[in-house]
C-alpha cells in the first residue's frame, strides 16, 4: 500500500488497517516460530506498512493539536 493511498483514508479506517496488520503480523511470527512460514519477507513488509500507518495516524492527531493551539 502506497502512501498516497494510506494519507487518503478515513481515520477510522486507519485505525481498522492497523489492527489488521498488527494480527497479521503476530499470524506471520507465530507461523515463524512453528516452521509454517514459507514467504519470509511478508514479516518486514509487515512491518513496514505497519510503520507508515501509525506514521500518518500519529501526523493528523499533531495537525490536530496543532490547530487546537
Known amino acids: 500500500m502506497k502512501i498516497a493511498d494510506i494519507r487518503a483514508l478515513?481515520?477510522?479506517?486507519l485505525h481498522t488497517k492497523i489492527n489488521d496488520a498488527r494480527e497479521e503480523y503476530r499470524n506471520?511470527?507465530?507461523q515463524q516460530a512453528t516452521g509454517?512460514?514459507?514467504d519470509f519477507t511478508r514479516i518486514p513488509q509487515t512491518r513496514r506498512l505497519?510503520?507508515?500507518l501509525t506514521t500518518v495516524l500519529n501526523?493528523?492527531?499533531r495537525t490536530a493539536k496543532e490547530?487546537?493551539?
Do not use: K, P, V
Request: net charge negative; proline share 0%; charged share 40%.
Open 10 to 13: 478515513s481515520t477510522a479506517e
Open 28 to 30: 506471520l511470527r507465530f
Open 36 to 38: 509454517e512460514l514459507t
Open 50 to 52: 505497519i510503520a507508515r
Open 59 to 61: 501526523e493528523r492527531e
Open 67 to 69: 490547530g487546537e493551539l
